[in-house]
T-cell receptor, first 117, second 114 residues
Framework: GAVVSQHPSRVICKSGTSVKIECRSL??????MFWYRQFPKQSLMLMAT?????????EQGVEKDKFLINHASLTLSTLTVTSAHPEDSSFYIC?????????????FGQGTRLTVV | AQSVTQLDSQVPVFEEAPVELRCNYS??????LFWYVQYPNQGLQLLLK??????LVKGINGFEAEFNKSQTSFHLRKPSVHISDTAEYFC????????????FGTGTSLTVIP
């Protein structure tokens, strides 16, 4: 299957700083990328959907000014957690698909464990 | 709107015993159905998917699932589990032909007991 690479896999940052997480599709062009957040022992909660070249669509309750998403190319989407606080500590996962070629499944990155201290 | 219900949050099972993880969904439109596995601190790996055609779908690691439209279910089964199957399992749906987001169930934690 297609490969989605997420970087970094783990990051620790100080409260008040910003953290950028990258999601890359390595061997395919991703027209659509999704960002999820997962709390311990819980399911994935969709944060936003981003289509290449357009603004991301955020789910209700997700602050778009805090979680900045950029999908500037067909192989890269970034999630920036701005002014991070301890409550932002979580596992963040991206997934990607190419709708134009008829992808029926989304391919997932390995996740990023963010710890804000 | 679509929703997914995984009825069992935790399933303990002895090694080499069969297991069934239940998943029910609701949708007013055609959907694709998926089962993913997640190992600790990792992303999701696709086990199998149902798009159309045969209702019995075989996936990796000896897992299979059966789509039952009348019962709106997509239960996951394995005839004989191994220790290495201990993980979190997620059922998911997406609306067919839309490239839309995936809706996940709350997950089932499978623990295989030696």
């Amino acid at each position: 299957g297609a490969v989605v690479s997420q970087h970094p896999s783990r990051v620790i940052c100080k409260s008040g700083t910003s953290v950028k997480i990258e999601c890359r599709s390595l061997d395919f062009q991703a027209t659509t990328m999704f960002w999820y957040r997962q709390f311990p022992k819980q399911s994935l909660m969709l944060m936003a959907t981003s289509n290449e070249g357009s603004k991301a669509t955020y789910e209700q309750g997700v602050e778009k000014d805090k979680f900045l998403i950029n999908h500037a190319s067909l192989t890269l989407s970034t999630l920036t957690v701005t002014s991070a606080h301890p409550e932002d500590s979580s596992f963040y996962i991206c997934s990607a698909l190419n709708f134009l070629v008829g992808d029926t499944e989304a391919f997932f990155g390995q996740g990023t464990r963010l710890t804000v201290v | 709107a679509q929703s997914v219900t995984q009825l069992d949050s935790q399933v303990p099972v002895f090694e080499e015993a069969p297991v069934e993880l239940r998943c029910n969904y609701s949708s007013s439109v055609s959907v694709y159905l998926f089962w993913y596995v997640q190992y600790p601190n990792q992303g999701l790996q696709l086990l199998l998917k149902y798009l159309s055609g045969s209702t019995l779908v075989k996936g990796i690691n000896g897992f299979e699932a059966e789509f039952n439209k009348s019962q709106t279910s997509f239960h996951l089964r394995k005839p004989s589990v191994h220790i290495s199957d201990t993980a979190e399992y997620f059922c998911a749906v997406s609306v067919a032909n839309t490239g839309n987001q995936f809706y996940f169930g709350t997950g089932t934690s499978l623990t295989v007991i030696p």
